[in-house]
């Protein structure tokens, strides 16, 4: 049973840094697609950033946020990563991994920037 499984969710001050992590159970990571969204309070789930898969080495961040998060892989924990930088309160969320050619989720790892 394959399991993804977001972490690294923490209350932050304005300003602050957060690494999330996505590793899986019963799949391999770095073979496939990967994409993080969020989801705030009240909104719709929005894209954040995808990354490739095996040798398809490209990333995607949106466009607003693009300046302050990256995506990228851990090979040797086979896990994908959304570095977030200067992080707003408006960036508070719940922070989910997705494989979109399987179409799986994990259950999201809570983001909460405020002062």
């Known amino acids: 049973q394959v399991q993804l499984a977001e972490s690294g969710g923490d209350l932050v001050q304005p300003g602050g840094s957060l690494k999330l992590s996505c590793a899986a159970t019963?799949?391999?990571?770095?073979?496939?697609?990967m994409n993080w969204y969020r989801q705030a309070p009240g909104k719709e789930r929005e894209f954040v950033a995808a990354?490739?898969?095996?040798?398809?080495?490209?990333?995607h961040v949106t466009e607003s946020l693009r300046a302050r998060f990256t995506i990228a892989r851990n090979l040797f924990k086979d896990t994908v990563e959304l570095q977030m930088t200067n992080l707003k309160v408006e960036d508070t969320a719940v922070y989910y991994c997705?494989?979109?050619?399987?179409?799986?989720w994990g259950k999201g790892t809570q983001v909460t920037v405020s002062g």
């Open positions: 997705y494989a979109p050619t399987e179409g799986y």
């Open positions: 019963g799949f391999t990571v770095g073979s496939h697609i």
């Open positions: 990354i490739g898969g095996g040798a398809r080495n490209w990333t």
